[in-house]
């Protein structure tokens, strides 16, 4: 299967290579954004350029799609977004996102969020999108309830980061109820 790109209003959602790598390290080195993504912040380049190298292994094996999320305006990679733990025998994935602070609170994580949603229910037929979310994290908390999105539970010391372990909410959307709300 080719890469699917994608597109919205102010968005276009490409495939991460490796000319991304300045973009990736930017923002994954940034406290502010590797704090609720359950991985210590990058210090060298070349971890980026292992997590591209990851992304690109789970499109090939089918088990993940990762996105670059870049601005139409002048071409600049924001972050990225994409469906992790894609099982398409079960028709389940889970959705995760970061976006540079520059960006935030300005809707294009939301934009980005739908888009891939749309991919999700609508080409790859699959019937839940779940979310691991860290409690603390109320923005995105708040975002995805505001897509859809139910909270599940507490899987509790579910990651560890920072020599800690951190809690984290499920939230999950199903098909039915994404399509419900698109009508």
């Known amino acids: 299967m080719a890469f699917p790109l994608l597109e919205t209003k102010r968005l276009k959602l490409i495939e991460i290579t490796h000319q991304h790598v300045d973009s990736l390290y930017e923002i994954l080195s940034l406290e502010d954004v590797t704090k609720f993504y ?3 912040r990058f210090t060298l380049q070349v971890e980026a ?3 591209i190298d990851m992304f690109h292994k789970n499109f090939l094996e089918k088990r993940g799609i990762r996105w670059g999320i870049k601005l139409k305006e002048n071409q600049r990679i924001i ?3 994409g469906l992790n733990a894609l099982h398409l025998k ?3 994935a889970e959705i995760g996102y970061e976006l540079h602070p520059s960006f935030w609170r300005m809707g294009y994580a939301s934009e980005a969020i739908k888009e891939v949603l749309r991919f999700g229910f609508n ?5 839940r999108i779940g979310a691991l979310v860290y409690p ?3 923005a ?3 975002l995805l309830m505001k897509l859809g999105f139910s909270k599940e539970g507490i899987l509790r010391g579910y990651i560890h980061q920072n020599e800690q372990f951190h809690d984290t909410y499920v939230l999950s959307l199903l098909q039915q109820e994404w399509k419900n709300s698109q009508e």
């Open 90 to 92: 079960n028709k389940r």
């Open 38 to 40: 359950g991985t210590n």
């Open 140 to 142: 995105s908390v708040n």
């Open 123 to 127: 080409q790859l037929d699959l019937n």
């Open 136 to 138: 603390e994290n109320e």
């Open 49 to 51: 350029s292992r997590l």
């Open 79 to 81: 972050g990225t977004v």
